[in-house]
């Protein structure tokens, strides 16, 4: 028997996945219409990663959080307060060296470089700062 927490739960896990199908649907609809030929299946590739990932996580987080990551803990929510601190600091430093790197990256694109590439550095570059930053923080601690 579900208790009226465990249905409120439930409607707000459709409600958000409500507002993400119709983000994605209106994401796609944009795409077809002004962007180049083959933005769309990039786009529902990286989004099918993205879910691939968060959903593994979830899953070893229910399945058995004790052998659960600090990092899977903190990004779902489900970890103690040093892990959510973990995470908010080092989220806190990919914004801080993002402004930067974007300044960087507008003047590159200025100059003439190729955008797709620019950009491509840029992601890798936000991402490694995250994960290495999430790790010091994490061993420091």
């Known amino acids: 028997m579900q208790t009226d927490k465990d249905v409120q739960r439930n409607v707000v896990a459709l409600g958000i996945l409500g507002v993400i ?32 990932g968060a959903l593994v996580m979830a899953w070893r987080v229910l399945r058995r959080p004790e052998r659960a990551t600090t990092f899977e803990r903190a990004w779902t929510q489900t ?10 600091r080092a989220l806190a430093v990919v914004g801080l060296v993002s402004l930067p790197l974007i300044g960087i990256a507008t003047l590159a694109i200025g100059f003439g470089a190729e955008p797709p590439m620019v950009m491509t550095l840029l ?14 923080i994490d061993h420091r601690n």
Do not use: K, W, Y
């Open 21 to 52: 199908l119709g983000l994605v649907t209106i994401a796609v609809v944009l795409l077809r219409e002004h962007a180049s030929g083959n933005m769309i299946p990039g786009f529902l590739v990286g989004l099918g990663i993205g879910i691939a």
């Open 79 to 88: 970890g103690d307060e040093r892990e959510d601190t973990l995470l908010t």
């Open 123 to 136: 992601m890798g570059v936000l991402f490694v700062t995250g994960a290495g930053s999430f790790a010091v």
